[in-house]
Structure formats: C-alpha cells, structure tokens
Nanobody, 127 residues
C-alpha cells in the first residue's frame, strides 16, 4: 500500500508562484507513473500534469502548459509541481496520485487509471 501526502499549498496573488510536493511512503513509487489533479468547487476533478516512472515523459493540461512543471526524485520517493504565473482560475484543491502498474511508458491522464491518492492541498490565487 502507498500513502501520499501533499504539501506546499497556500494563498498567493495572481502572477505568483507556489511549489507543491508529494511524498510517498509504504513502498517505493519509483516504478510508477505519477500525476497531479485538481478540483475546484462545483467542478469535476481534472488532470493537471503527469510524469512517467523515469521522469523522461511528461504531460500537461493545456490550461497549465508553459506555467507548471512536474518533476520527481525517485531517490526521495517524491514528486513535485512547480506552479508559476498563477491565475485565479488555478484555485482548487490539488491532489497527487500514483499508478500501481509499474514501468508504464506514458503517464495516464484519466483519474480512474491512478490507484493511490493524497488527501489534497488547497491552492488559492487571489486577483
């Protein structure tokens, strides 16, 4: 079993930056694709970014492309999301997720393909 814990959320002004971390425990996620999703009030959970097990392949939602960067440190069993040029529409609870299938070449974009989830961290961007 894998436990995921996000950190780094908070309140920031539009145009600012935040860095999220997701630390895994229980077993290694170094062979797993990982992703970030977000859910705003009244909206469905949506894909933000994904990274494959090696870090060589990353995917981004069009809404965050060029502003957010996903990365991972397998030695630390941790993934990251660097968020720059934040906009009020980025306000949401951000969740990290890990895939149970090892060595998947491309990170999934669908939430249903991830098996482990963190509890979420709030990101609020003020205008």
């Amino acid at each position: 079993q894998v436990q995921l814990v996000e950190s780094g959320g908070g309140l920031v002004q539009a145009g600012g930056s935040l860095s999220l971390s997701c630390a895994a425990s229980g077993r290694t996620v170094s062979r797993s694709a990982m992703g970030w999703f977000r859910q705003a009030p009244g909206k469905e959970r949506e894909f933000v970014a994904g990274i494959n097990w090696s870090g060589a392949i990353t995917y981004y939602a069009d809404s965050v492309k060029g502003r957010f960067t996903i990365s991972r440190d397998n030695a630390k069993n941790t993934e990251y999301l660097q968020m720059n040029s934040l906009k009020p529409e980025d306000t949401a609870v951000y969740y990290c997720a890990a895939d149970a299938q090892p060595y998947r070449t491309r990170p999934p974009r669908l939430s249903s393909e991830y098996n482990y989830w963190g509890q979420g961290t709030q990101v609020t961007v003020s205008s």
